[in-house]
């Protein structure tokens, strides 16, 4: 899981993944690598809305990984957005990029149960939640680990909104500097980071 930099003719070959839990971030990093100069690889069916005004960038085929993956070698030199759990489904005749997308839990949970609470579904106790990711990402890194097709770069979403620019930099210093760095830092908006962690007083 060494997070190496890719370059040359090579990257053309690569098929970038934005992964991470539910309402991580894994949009606007689909937003920044788009901007960047990774076409991005969406059917837009699920469009904008409160909860994400400026798009999920989702592609619904992916959910069915597990199904049919024929699409995957279309994706080569593009990049797509996939929850964290389908990652095992990734054929292993490919070589991906990863971007693993991390953000605090109660963030995520809150954003989460704001949606939830929109469409009128119930959520499930928190604890019990934190418990099942916990368990999820010990074992989902364990396994990267040991993908040598699959080098990963973790981001942090409260680091990518604070300092959009280090890390667009270090986001492009993985993709072996071939991203525009300018256009990614224009697509992040710290006003749309509304389920902030409130800092301790003191």
């Known amino acids: 899981m060494n997070a190496e930099s890719g370059e040359g003719a090579g990257a053309d070959r690569e098929i970038v993944v934005v992964s991470g839990l539910p309402r991580s971030g894994t949009s606007l990093m689909m ?21 994400n005004p400026r798009g999920y960038y989702e592609f619904e ?14 994706t080569r030199g593009k990049v797509f957005k996939m ?11 490919e070589t991906y990029r990863i971007v693993f997308m991390r953000r605090d839990f109660d963030e995520m949970l809150d954003s989460q149960e704001k949606m939830l609470a929109r469409l009128g579904r119930p959520s499930a106790p928190r604890e019990e939640i934190k418990r099942a990711f916990t368990q999820h990402l010990d074992r989902l890194f364990a396994w ?8 990963v770069l973790f981001v942090s979403h409260g680091d ?8 667009a930099e270090r ?25 902030r962690k409130a800092e301790p007083a003191g």
């Open 31 to 51: 937003q920044m690598l788009d901007k960047g100069g990774i076409p991005a690889v969406t059917d837009s069916l699920r469009t904008p809305d409160v909860d």
């Open 61 to 74: 085929i992916v959910k069915k990984i597990k199904e049919d993956a024929s699409w995957i070698p279309e």
């Open 83 to 93: 929850v964290s759990q389908l990652l095992y489904d990734l054929p292993a005749s």
């Open 144 to 151: 990267l680990e040991k993908q040598p097709n699959m080098p």
């Open 160 to 167: 990518l909104v604070a300092e959009p620019r280090a890390q």
């Open 171 to 195: 986001i492009n210093a993985f993709f072996g500097g071939r991203l525009d760095v300018e256009a990614m830092v224009a697509a992040v908006d710290p006003s749309l980071y509304r389920n």
